[in-house]
């Protein structure tokens, strides 16, 4: 268990819904950060929350947002789904703001299916 | 364009065997490499971080090394067992991101 909580754990949705995905970090860990997996694509970083802030961006859609909230979780939100959304999302933590020379926990993943 | 390229998609080794994995990179010069191992339907746990200074690191029956000429990173498991059954990923920092390689599912037969 690395101590990132995401919820929920399976997600159905119609295309053109919008959901949200929660993030709850390891205690004491200032970073989220957020990461589509899909079969196609392999693990892409979506954006990272430092703090608060957004601190890095990757290659995340017009229609993905983020945010992290003063107590830290964050929430990544998806619209206007499409079939293609359909992949594993991740949520990770780490201490400080870099990632070049931290250790990134990972969560157990939000599998969202878009029909 | 950044490339991370992990040697093959599967790779299978006989169990008490060494495994070797291998993760080339092209036109970048990161500072930091790491490792990962991910089970099915789970999160990538994080299992070493190698220095561009660091030519070797161990850790149990992990070693990894990092030749920066070659631009390449070997991940050896020795003494395998059939639990060390996992995709392991590389990844690498570009421009304060972590990208990470494509995954070699690697399975231990007993």
């Known amino acids: 268990d690395s101590g990132v909580t995401q919820t929920p754990k399976h997600l159905i949705t119609a295309t053109g819904q919008r959901v949200t995905l929660r993030c709850s970090p390891r205690?004491?860990?200032?970073?989220v950060y957020w990461y589509q997996q899909s079969l196609d694509q392999g693990l892409q970083f979506l954006i990272q929350?430092?703090?608060?802030?957004?601190?890095a961006k990757g290659n995340i859609l017009e229609r993905f947002s983020a945010q992290q909230f003063p107590d830290l979780h964050s929430e990544l939100n998806l619209s206007s789904l499409e079939l293609g959304d359909s992949a594993l999302y991740f949520c990770?933590?780490?201490?400080?703001?870099?990632?070049?020379?931290?250790?990134?926990?990972f969560g157990p993943g939000t599998r969202l299916l878009v029909l | 364009s950044q490339k991370i390229e992990q040697n093959s998609e599967a790779l299978n080794i006989q169990e008490g065997k060494t495994a070797t994995l291998t993760c080339n990179y092209t036109?970048?010069?990161?500072?930091?490499l790491q490792w990962y191992r991910q089970d099915p339907g789970r999160g990538p746990v994080f299992l070493l971080l190698?220095?561009?200074?660091?030519k070797e690191k161990r850790k149990e029956r992990l070693k990894v090394t990092f030749d920066t000429t070659l631009k390449q990173s070997l991940f050896h498991i020795t003494a395998s067992q059939p639990a060390d059954s996992a995709t392991y990923l590389c990844?690498?920092?570009?421009?304060?991101?972590?990208?990470f390689g494509t995954g070699t599912r690697l399975t231990i037969i007993p």
């Open positions: 990844a690498l920092a570009i421009n304060e991101k972590l990208t």
């Open positions: 929350y430092y703090n608060g802030e957004e601190r």
């Open positions: 205690s004491g860990d200032l970073s």
């Open positions: 036109n970048y010069s990161p500072a930091y």
């Open positions: 190698i220095r561009e200074n660091e």
């Open positions: 990770a933590s780490s201490v400080a703001a870099g990632a070049i020379q931290e250790t990134q926990y």
